[in-house]
């Protein structure tokens, strides 16, 4: 169990994460493991810290994920794949 931890833990690093200061923006990223390699079909939840309003997606072949025409504010990342852990990103 404490290894699964110590493996799950590394799970996501968010890559290329931005927002564009506008009247909508976007937010992106790659989701990539420990050893930097690409992990796919990862769900994505996006949660509005503001407005608790939450957009989910699922990472695509090569680790990406998108969300687009978001409104400004604070945002939550949440990432998580069948059987590991749940990790979280502000």
């Known amino acids: 169990m404490c290894r699964l931890c ?9 890559q ?5 200061t ?7 990223g790659t989701v990539i493991d420990p050893a930097h390699l690409i ?6 939840q996006l949660v ?8 989910s997606t ?3 072949e090569n680790g990406r994920f998108l969300f687009s025409f978001l409104p400004p504010g604070m945002y939550v990342v949440h990432a998580d794949r069948l059987a590991l852990l749940l990790l979280s990103a502000q």
């Not at 290329?16 to 564009?20: E, G, L, R, Y």
């Not at 506008?22 to 992106?28: H, Y």
């Open 58 to 60: 699922i990472s695509d």
């Open 6 to 14: 110590v493996l799950t833990a590394g799970l996501v690093l968010l």
């Open 22 to 28: 506008s009247s909508t923006g976007a937010l992106s």
């Open 39 to 44: 992990v796919s079909g990862v769900d994505i």
């Open 16 to 20: 290329c994460v931005h927002a564009q």
């Open 48 to 55: 509005n810290s503001g407005t608790r309003r939450s957009e």
